[in-house]
C-alpha cells in the first residue's frame, strides 16, 4: 500500500539558512499534518491543512510557514533557521470523512534536519 | 486541555512473554480516540491499534490489545509473545473528536525485549 513520502530525508543547513520540507500524503488523503520531534522527546503539533485551508495550528514558530498545494502536497518552509530547529519533521495524513470526522493519522518516514 | 501521561520511561521483558504498557489521560470530552504508536530505532512512526471512545469493546490487532477504561480515563497496551522486532518506544496518543484533530502524545515508554 502507498504510504506518506517526505523528502528530502535528511538535511543540513547552517544557521539563519532556509528550508523547504516536502510531504506527499497518501493517495485520497485530504487532510496534512506536521510534527517537530527532539531528540529524545515526543512530537509536537505544529499545524494542518484540510482541503488545502489550514486547519489546526499548534507551537509552529513565525519563522516557520506551511501550505497544501492543489494535489494535496503540502510544504513546509522554515527560514532564518536556528540550532534548535534541528529535529525530526514529520508529515501525516488522512482522509477525513464527513459525520464522525473519524480519520486516522499515518506517518511518513520523516525528515531529519540539522542546523549547524 | 487535554493531556497523556505515560509512567514507565523504560520497560523490559523476555522474548515471547506478555508485558503491558500503562497510559493516563486527562479530558473533560466524552467523544474521543486513542491511539498506540510504536517507534523503532529507525524512527519511523507506526500506526500499532486505535480505540475509539464510544465504543466498549477493547480493541485487539493480532498480538497488540489494549485495556481501555473509560471511567479512570486508562489506555494500556498488552503485547502477547513479545518479539525481538517489538523493541521500540511506544507513545500514546489522544485526539479529540471534535474540531480539533491534532494528536497528543504521551512522553513515550522505551520498550526492550530480553533475548
Known amino acids: 500500500a502507498a504510504g506518506v513520502i517526505q523528502s528530502p530525508r535528511h538535511l543540513i543547513k547552517e544557521k539563519r539558512e532556509t528550508a523547504t520540507l516536502k510531504c506527499y500524503p497518501i493517495?485520497?488523503?485530504?487532510?496534512v499534518y506536521w510534527y517537530q520531534q527532539g531528540p529524545g522527546q515526543d512530537p509536537q503539533f505544529l499545524i494542518s491543512?484540510?482541503?488545502?485551508?489550514?486547519?489546526d495550528k499548534g507551537s509552529i514558530p513565525d519563522r516557520f510557514s506551511a501550505q497544501q498545494f492543489s494535489d494535496y502536497h503540502s510544504e513546509l518552509n522554515m527560514s532564518s533557521l536556528e540550532l534548535g530547529d534541528s529535529a525530526l519533521y514529520f508529515c501525516?495524513?488522512?482522509?477525513?470523512?464527513?459525520?464522525?470526522?473519524?480519520?486516522?493519522?499515518?506517518f511518513g518516514p520523516g525528515t531529519r534536519l540539522t542546523v549547524l | 486541555a487535554q493531556t497523556v501521561t505515560q509512567s514507565q520511561p523504560e520497560m523490559s521483558v523476555q522474548e515471547a512473554e506478555t508485558v503491558t504498557l500503562s497510559c493516563t489521560y486527562d479530558?473533560?470530552?466524552?467523544?474521543?480516540?486513542l491511539f498506540w504508536y510504536k517507534q523503532p530505532p529507525s524512527r519511523q512512526m507506526i500506526l500499532v491499534i486505535r480505540?475509539?471512545?464510544?465504543k466498549q469493546q477493547n480493541a485487539t490487532e493480532n498480538r497488540f490489545s489494549v485495556n481501555f477504561q473509560k471511567a479512570a480515563k486508562s489506555f494500556s497496551l498488552k503485547i502477547s509473545d513479545s518479539q525481538l522486532g517489538d523493541a521500540a518506544m511506544y507513545f500514546c496518543?489522544?485526539?479529540?473528536?471534535?474540531?480539533?484533530?491534532?494528536?497528543?502524545w504521551g512522553a513515550g515508554t522505551k520498550l526492550i525485549i530480553k533475548p
Open positions: 501525516a495524513s488522512s482522509a477525513r470523512t464527513s459525520g464522525r470526522a473519524d480519520d486516522t493519522q499515518y
Open positions: 493517495p485520497r488523503h485530504d487532510t
Open positions: 491543512f484540510y482541503e488545502k485551508m489550514q486547519s
Open positions: 479530558t473533560s470530552e466524552s467523544d474521543y480516540y
Open positions: 480505540q475509539e471512545a464510544y
Open positions: 496518543a489522544y485526539r479529540s473528536a471534535g474540531s480539533n484533530y491534532q494528536l497528543i
